[in-house]
């Protein structure tokens, strides 16, 4: 089995997201970097791409030519993939140049900086017929697919409620332009309509649709800035209302001081809930009105094959968020070799979030944008304009 | 120090809160039942009445009989105070009854069956001259009070987000006609308007602005019935505004199946949060963004005086519901002593629920109701019309 | 029915655990305070009783005045039986001394200050005819019950390995003159031979036994002071061999600084373990290899209807250590009744601790000393004398 | 900054640990994997280096002619190290053949069959100049280094108690010969004298040693197998003496059924305590009589320079095992690093577990195997015969 070769854009010294990346992608050894366009700064990239390891002249200062340059390489050589972990303005300019040289795209969230992106963005990832995979890290975690398969199978019976909360504290203090973590999430031209919707409320809406298999249909909201001076939200509350009549809630915040990165989801059926929070990750609790509760833990007895295969330790030995990150990649590994191989992907990998939960995401910033600035109650949010998964 | 003597109207036979105010007023050997109203049926009435081991001539199945039988009897043998546990629509009634011949008050919650009888009651209440007290057992617990305490000492710094829940999930089956502590809540005749948000909801407004010492200006609502059949609401969310500019949101639920009595509440201000929750009702847990958690638990070191006054063993021994009920009837005693010896009221005793909070209630409630069926977004929570507290 | 009248030796103005013991009898209006021996002072004795608002002359400065006296009264007014809460060494005087005026005692424990009046206790209970009953208040607690009847019923298994502990930190600091509580548990002549295991170790003992339904035949035990200048043990560590060849291990300690009242179970047998932590005393966890952990929960469903009986409110509402405490003084106050009309005690009654399980525990206390002391590996711990539960 | 170069023995296709090892090993992309005797059967060796990518020729067999081969190679080709992942057995004449050819040895504990063994180790190790650590994984995780350190700077005061606690589960079924996880062992031949406290007691001592900074000098031990059959414990306890003076206990276990990987350990001192939970690892709890308990959390505000060092991600993204791993090969590869560069390893690297540690675990498996089996009630545990860390 060939390795998977990946080039980067973004992740340069210094960057967070970017080294996470890295890691997630080398822990299993199935993909490997060979390139980079670790900066449009050709010092910094140069430096970054050596730190890496990687040969000079795969290290890049502009993606355009790092597509360029890449596509001309030997089958056996060039990247398979590129990997996205820009500011979000950069996401559909850098998306377009990789797939118009045939490259497939996985991409940090949110997949572009509003809708109208996002529709081009579709138009070019289906034109190109390559791979588009969005890193909705929380899809990755065991006890979140054990869930899904819960859910799908109708253990908690007919879903009726629904509380999602994603609270972070890191951005309560008053802005300080040398935090660079900050800096660009909370400026429009970089970050787009929203700030704490758009980093974390849209992984929690993708979180309670991939769980619980339901569609939000309409949303009423209450997001904005609660540091003063602030342009974007940095705080919100959505009610929902779900497809199948279920209600629902959706809170995020990253002022909410003392937080961590506190992101969690109960679902209530008719017959059973459940619960699971992303700092406990490998606990999932089932509870019922007529029996004790349940705590189902990754890898003990008890869990679906599915949820096994997305665990590389014996329960007890806990894993995190950064084997969470890893399992998408392989599951984007997977999903390449088996493109190449002309089979269907093996296991999770047809499942993780590609362009309907792009579209979905960004429709959903979009709608809670706008829900919280009109005077009407209720808005709806409208399903992508296609049935058009890669 | 003689003890106070208490009737009680309603509570007989299986009567669940009934029960548990005895005990409350038991505890503690402050509080003596010494006549009671236990059901309008004579027969069920005189039955709960031996059981409780009360004399005969004292057990009265018409409260208005209670009422005039009592105020005759000599000053140093009849009751000091009426506490009412019957369903919603009787606190009006019986609560006039009493203060027309001169008695306290003590009653479970919500105050009345609406916002227009709670002025009324108001108006009884203040003509009277007699101590009006409300049973938001949650206030009870020590650990509300060191939250509150701490809130108002400026620990959190400015409030800027609350979220407040208190989700059950008892109701979640189809209704059940033998169902009795269901029965009379979902039936708009005996339970008012709500169901869920004036059985519970009321609760977790109450906490949300003691502890804050904020007040909601307005709130937009979703609430409605999430069992089929039923004509109030067994589930629902109100975002809030509060009057420093604060957000929120309050979460209440009687169909979250497995969940047992989850009232739990969060408070983040600009300088550090605290967190609350009912089922482990000894830990408060204080978080910051510029140091470690803390765990402040009920009676060890680092708690104030006043929640030290509520606990009557040392830490670790856990207290739980009963003496947060039976704090409340501690303090409504002292209340009334303090009056008859015409003093101030020690401790804590002068911030327990009375007529303030009562109409605050109410307010909520109709406020929730119109703002969830109305098409206006918002919809504004007056404050009561005097600053009439008993 | 009647209400059980009791009399109180010890627990004057100040005493902690007096004030316990009295609010557990008061709690469910089944037991009624007449008369007390609060001290030795008449002074105190007489405020002490008047603060409990008993009349003066029932308020004695001498037990075997008290004795004497209340036997003299009729049989509708004297006391039944004579709760103890004295320091240890007159445990056994003042039980005597009511025993031989016939009345029935409860204690407070250890039974006596050492094996031999142990011996001296069982002789004379069985002669009085009269019952006994001991405080050992963990068994009150539901979870507890419901732990020990899974054991019976087999769901573990056999078992095979259990750990108990109880730690504390009060004891921590260098001795303090003026604390009263720790005066007298470090002063040999009044708390007997051993301060922590006699304290909180022959508690964690007994519910070691009572759960797993096993008997401790042999131990190795290592115990002392930790904090310089004490005669006797602030902390200490056995390990168990059971009768049926299980293992296990007692850790007590009085010194382990930040801990409340961290008494806590574990027992695994072949086929499941079980949890329960008296500071979380609401849950019990069961553990499997081949399924879910589960968590039962006080009232919830999948309960025992034993443990149900024990509980006051629903499920969620937290019940502590004064509802455990509170649910020996109903189980006493039935076996009396029960005596009174000759007829078998209902629900647990028949099973809480009495004359057995105080020599099961002074004969561990004697073990775990001499075993600690000695130099031999293992000490046998002998079962008591006869079969002769009063 | 070259990578550097890594052989595995042991570790073929099914082997749990050597997988983890290599995760452990790739994930920061600091060392590379680039030869292997993973088995001693050819086939089976050759599948699982193809597996793996490695180029065939450097694909070993069989361990001496995989050392040889690699010393034959050009400097800045040959691997840099050894990681030996084999059962137990294999662990010395691995490490020597290494050693004799001039690599570093990285080896899973314990380090060797028995403390003759280890003696021998020591002495080649000593002679042949080259670098050796012991992979006590637990001693990675950020909130371990961080609780030694804060121990270190006498924040608990002077050392009281102790208890280490490694509870497992998976062991409780009657031994399956088809388990080859299992079966190695419980074989004396390939585990040595003891099964659960050489494979799991000896990390909980170290982490003891490790994060009090005291030694252990007697024991008093009772160790067997808790099921039928087999010749080498699954279960034991032993209460520990310090060099201080305090007193422990060590605890562990593979057969308490629904234990997943449950080590724990709690330090007492006479200001503080302190308690970590291995699987809730970037939680580490400190306890104090005068003030709340704070929970310390990986990455978070109030962490040591030190702890920060060994995380990857943001306080609130779990880290686990895995990455705890990952930070021991980090670690050793920087001492290799500095060895080759003439400097100082920097950061925690020095500190990792060596020699010395490995000493001590086998003096530990010796005394507590001898003390459970001699009659006499202490056994001493001797310090290494040298001051010998390479």
Same mark, same amino acid.
């Given at each position: 089995?060939?390795k998977?070769?990946?080039?980067? !854009?973004?992740?340069?010294?210094?960057?967070?997201?970017?080294?996470?990346?890295r890691?997630?992608?080398?822990?299993?050894?199935? !993909?490997?970097?060979?390139?980079?366009?670790?900066?449009?700064?050709?010092?910094?990239?140069?430096?970054?791409?050596?730190?890496?390891?990687?040969?000079?002249?795969?290290?890049?200062?502009?993606y355009?030519?790092?597509?360029?340059?890449?596509?001309?390489?030997?089958? %056996?050589?060039?990247?398979?993939?590129?990997?996205?972990?820009?500011?979000?303005?950069?996401?559909?300019p850098?998306?377009?140049?990789?797939?118009?040289?045939?490259?497939?795209?996985?991409?940090?969230?949110?997949?572009?900086?509003?809708?109208?992106?996002?529709?081009?963005?579709?138009?070019?990832?289906e034109s190109?017929?390559?791979?588009?995979?969005?890193?909705?890290?929380?899809?990755?975690?065991?006890?979140?697919?054990?869930?899904?398969?819960?859910?799908?199978?109708?253990?908690?019976?007919?879903?009726r409620?629904?509380?999602?909360?994603?609270?972070?504290?890191?951005?309560?203090? $008053?802005? %300080?332009?040398? *935090?660079?973590q900050?800096?660009?999430?909370?400026?429009?031209?970089?970050?787009?309509?929203s700030?704490?919707m758009?980093?974390?409320?849209?992984? &929690?809406? *993708?979180?309670?649709? &991939?769980?619980?298999?339901l569609?939000?249909?309409?949303?009423?909201?209450?997001?904005?800035?609660?540091?003063?001076?602030?342009?974007?939200?940095?705080?919100?509350t959505?009610?929902?209302?779900?497809?199948?009549? $279920?209600?629902?809630?959706?809170?995020?915040?990253?002022?909410?001081?003392?937080?961590?990165n506190?992101?969690?989801i109960?679902?209530?059926?008719?017959?059973?809930?459940?619960q699971?929070?992303?700092?406990?990750?490998?606990?999932?609790?089932?509870?019922?009105? %007529?029996?004790?509760?349940?705590i189902?833990?990754?890898?003990?007895?008890?869990?679906s094959?599915?949820?096994?295969s997305?665990?590389?330790?014996?329960?007890g030995?806990?894993e995190g968020?950064?084997?969470?990150?890893?399992?998408?990649?392989l599951?984007f590994a997977?999903r390449? &070799?088996?493109?190449?191989?002309?089979?269907?992907?093996a296991?999770?990998?047809s499942?993780?979030?590609?362009?309907?939960?792009?579209?979905?995401?960004?429709?959903?910033?979009?709608?809670? !944008?706008?829900?919280?600035?009109?005077g009407?109650k209720?808005?709806s949010l409208?399903d992508?304009?296609?049935?058009?998964e890669?």
């Open positions: 089995m060939r998977i070769r990946m080039g980067m !854009v973004g992740g340069g010294d210094g960057a967070f997201i970017g080294a996470v990346h890691i997630a992608a080398a822990m299993d050894s199935r !993909v490997e970097l060979v390139c980079g366009c670790f900066s449009g700064d050709p010092e910094r990239a140069l430096s970054s791409g050596q730190a890496l390891g990687l040969e000079t002249d795969r290290v890049y200062s502009d355009h030519t790092m597509m360029g340059m890449e596509a001309a390489l030997a089958a %056996d050589r060039r990247m398979d993939f590129v990997t996205i972990v820009t500011p979000n303005h950069l996401h559909l850098v998306a377009k140049a990789a797939f118009e040289q045939g490259f497939h795209v996985l991409s940090d969230k949110p997949a572009t900086l509003n809708l109208a992106e996002m529709k081009e963005l579709m138009a070019v990832a190109s017929g390559k791979l588009y995979g969005l890193t909705h890290t929380y899809l990755g975690y065991p006890m979140v697919q054990e869930a899904r398969q819960r859910v799908e199978r109708g253990e908690l019976g007919t879903i409620k629904l509380i999602v909360e994603y609270s972070q504290g890191w951005l309560a203090a $008053a802005d %300080d332009p040398n *935090n660079k900050a800096a660009w999430r909370i400026d429009p031209r970089q970050a787009g309509e700030c704490c758009a980093d974390i409320g849209s992984h &929690a809406f *993708n979180l309670a649709e &991939a769980i619980s298999g569609k939000v249909t309409e949303l009423c909201a209450d997001i904005g800035p609660l540091v003063p001076g602030r342009q974007l939200d940095d705080d919100g959505a009610m929902l209302r779900f497809d199948n009549g $279920a209600r629902g809630v959706l809170i995020a915040s990253q002022v909410s001081v003392g937080e961590e506190n992101l969690q109960r679902i209530y059926g008719d017959r059973g809930g459940l699971w929070q992303q700092e406990q990750p490998n606990s999932l609790k089932l509870m019922y009105n %007529d029996q004790p509760a349940q189902v833990r990754t890898g003990w007895s008890g869990t094959e599915a949820s096994c997305l665990t590389r330790t014996p329960a030995h806990p968020y950064l084997e969470a990150f890893a399992n998408l990649y599951q997977e390449i &070799a088996a493109a190449e191989e002309g089979r269907p992907p296991g999770l990998a499942s993780m979030p590609g362009l309907s939960d792009a579209y979905r995401g960004m429709a959903f910033i979009e709608a809670v !944008v706008a829900a919280s600035a009109g009407d209720w808005h409208k992508h304009p296609g049935n058009t890669a």
